[in-house]
């Protein structure tokens, strides 16, 4: 991962502690994207996709089910998954056209009967134009982003059944 100085880093970040094992966190973290969607405001996900591949971008990919757990380099719709530890984290790098690099972590600590997630947005963003995106969006990430790890939780206190 290639990241600026400290200090020139703009950071998002929350958690949420919920009663459920790091594993079953984990598994909902790890099954974002694709025919799962992002777990809240799937419509402003598909917005910015579309937004991406009319200045040239990826867009939103999307996979279809996944039929194996997610692994290093996999694609998550538009960003690639940069590092992975099993029911502790996933990084994914942002390949879309951006102002700036951009990574979105899931950190999972402790475990039943409380687990943690931390979610963390990190932009490093190229020069004043990269600066006033991150501004720019700033409103809408405390929407999504919010929404994304109560939706998260959500999810992970549901039964697990595993896919024929």
Known sequence: MTVPRPGKLLVDSRTLTLPVSA????????SIG????????????????????????VGLRRSGPRKAPLKVGDEVDFWRVEQLEPDRRLRLKAEMILPGEAWLEFEISGGAPATTIRQTATFAPKGTLGRAYWYAVFPLHELVFRGMLHGIARAARKPYRSQP
């Open 23 to 30: 594993a079953d966190a984990f598994r909902v973290v790890t």
């Open 34 to 57: 694709g025919d799962t969607g992002w777990y809240a405001w799937n419509s402003l996900w598909k917005l910015r996709g579309l937004l991406d591949v009319l200045v040239g971008g």
